[in-house]
């Protein structure tokens, strides 16, 4: 098991003396950090606990001066150990460390009273209620605060217990499968080239895979992996991995670049949250002011509009569109944090809603639902809605996806057009909509023509219709029944036959779900042995049944494989 844990806290109140007694690396590593006595930038160090957790630490600076540095270094981790200097207390940087993880969604913290060989007991026991009063009301699950010195090495086991017992009790976010890394270091090694360091997500990357930059859409490959300084083929989600680069220069690179495999992202320079203004704000929060965005390892100038209200009172909630100029490959669910340039101060953050905001402010109700990003884009491809909301969104029909209010608009058009008593001409409609009417069991298409099913055919009343429709998928052989009638139930396109075999269309149409199980479960295409085994039918009905999904679209076959059709 492995976790990645950012230190948090105030400047020299003890975070890289802590972990250099945990790890045994100083993750100072810089000369200036060295000469200056403080950490300027991210350090880096890892060990590996008894019970065998790899616990894997980012250091950041508590100064002031290097708080966009800090917000780097604790974006994307579940796990923080703040730190505070049992002889100092509670100190600026400790309160604005503390929102940040807050607003930053950390879930479990572990908190490290630190130097406590160099004050009595009376002092810890002071320092302790302090500390209590001031986390009772966090949204983070605090661990017990524990007494340590990086000196006498107190405290020390029983601060890797907690760290432990934080890592075994931390959920795991149902994060998309989408890879991505944010870049936190940049360097050259000499025979190697360009190197980047960053946390993984998703389902990670692969040596020889090819990546894009975001901010300038140039592309690279992977040469080699390495984890904790050992070589992998691969990486996975919540590692912290070097990636070295071929196909690109160091210059090309910077911290807060993302890198993701195309064309899985959609990119964007906007979005609508939800944002959490700090209880500690002096006034409201207003548009106005100059702000920056962080998200991620990234930190650029962005503009703040809110959304149905005109100022966010400290302590509370709205939504919001953030504005910024250098396009990001973001997914709803992220988080974010912003700070106000004037003040130098962080006002707030929260949760990313939609990456791809449309409706104007005045008519903007973000909720984070699919159907909310879906909203007012009409019909969107089942890949593009994916890059959207960054998960699989099952077709309405074919492979279109919209939102319920976008469904309607589209079959009520229809309803206003197609004639209550009449037919209406196929070609007239546009692509999507002959794929909507073919879909919906309100219309019936046929010889060119779509009617409304109240005035269709007489044909949908003969016996056999009803009949095929109530077997479904284990219906009754063709050869026994009137073999005209069968023929333009074919003709009509209300039933499919193969090797005197048929299947109501709306049969047919209904296996969808079970069409997207067996893919999931076998991504390159399902075998007949895998489609009649879902299914509970024979050989005899599987083949035929194959061959009309063939038919219609839904499925294609591939070798001795089913692939999604051209309809699907």
């Known amino acids: 098991m492995m976790a990645i844990i950012a230190t948090a806290g105030h400047v020299d109140h003890g975070k890289s003396s802590l972990v250099m007694a945990l790890t045994g690396v100083d993750p100072d590593r810089l000369a200036e950090e060295k000469r200056r006595g403080l950490t300027i930038d991210l350090g880096f160090a890892h060990t590996t606990t008894p019970s065998g957790t790899v616990l894997s630490f980012i250091d950041v600076p508590g100064h002031s001066d290097f708080i966009r540095t800090m917000i780097s270094g604790v974006s994307g981790v579940n796990i923080a150990l703040l730190v505070v200097d049992a002889f ?4 600026p940087q400790t309160e604005e460390h503390f929102h940040i993880l807050s607003v930053l969604g950390i879930q479990r913290g572990v908190i490290a009273l630190s130097k406590c060989d160099k004050v009595d007991n009376k002092v810890l026991q002071e320092r302790e209620m302090e500390l209590a009063q001031r986390l009772h009301s966090s949204n983070i699950s605090w661990s017990p605060i524990i007494r340590t010195s990086a000196v006498s090495q107190s405290g020390l086991d029983s601060l890797v217990e907690q760290l432990e017992l934080a890592v075994q009790t931390t959920t795991k976010s149902q994060e998309s499968k989408r890879s991505r890394l944010f870049i936190d270091r940049v360097f050259t090694i000499k025979g190697s080239g360009t190197v980047v360091t960053g946390t993984v997500e998703g389902e990670g990357f692969q040596v020889g895979g090819d990546i894009a930059v975001v901010r300038t859409g140039d592309n690279a490959r992977i040469r080699n992996i390495h984890i904790h300084g050992e ?57 106005r002011g100059s702000f920056m965005l962080h998200v991620g390892t990234s930190s650029q ?6 959304i149905g209200v005109s100022s966010i009172a400290p302590g509370e909630s709205q939504t919001v569109r953030v504005r910024f100029k250098e396009p990001l490959a973001l997914s709803p669910g992220d988080r974010f944090l912003l700070r106000e340039t004037g003040t130098n101060s962080t006002v707030g953050g929260g949760i990313i809603l939609d990456v791809d ?11 984070g639902t699919i159907d909310s990003q879906l909203e007012n884009r009409g019909f969107v491809t089942v ?16 492979h279109w996806v919209c939102s319920d209010r976008d469904y309607q608009r589209a079959v009520d058009s229809l309803n206003s057009r197609i004639p209550a008593h009449d037919a209406y001409d196929l070609s007239l409609l546009s692509e999507i909509e002959r794929e909507l009417v073919d879909a919906h069991p309100d219309y019936v298409v046929g010889d060119g023509l779509v009617r409304k099913a109240a005035t269709a055919d007489p044909l949908l009343q003969h016996p056999y219709v009803d ?23 074919v003709n009509k396109g209300i039933i499919l036959e193969h090797d005197f075999v048929a299947f109501h269309i709306e049969v047919l149409q209904s296996l969808r779900p079970t069409l997207t199980e067996l893919w999931n479960l076998s991504p390159q295409g399902f075998t007949m042995s895998e489609l009649r085994e879902a299914l509970g039918i024979t050989r005899k009905r599987a083949l035929p049944l194959a061959v009309c999904l063939d038919k219609i679209g839904l499925t294609r076959r591939r070798d001795d494989v089913r692939i999604p059709g051209p309809r699907w």
């Open 357 to 367: 905001p449309r409706s104007p402010l005045s008519r903007s109700q973000p909720t």
């Open 88 to 91: 100092e207390g509670w100190k």
């Open 301 to 306: 100038s962005a503009s703040l509009r809110l």
């Open 467 to 489: 009949m095929l429709l109530r077997e479904g998928v284990t219906t009754t052989e063709t050869k026994t029944l009137d073999r005209n009638i069968i023929r333009l139930l």
């Open 383 to 398: 890949e593009e809605a994916r890059r959207l909301t960054g998960v699989h969104v099952a077709p309405r029909f074919g």
């Open 231 to 287: 070589e992998h083929n691969q990486s996975i989600s919540g590692q912290r991995c070097a990636l070295n680069l071929s196909g690109i220069e160091v210059n090309q690179l910077r911290r807060g670049d993302a890198l993701v495999i195309n064309p899985e992202w959609h990119i964007t320079t906007a979005f609508d949250a939800r944002l959490d203004a700090l209880p500690s704000l002096q006034q409201p929060l207003t548009h």
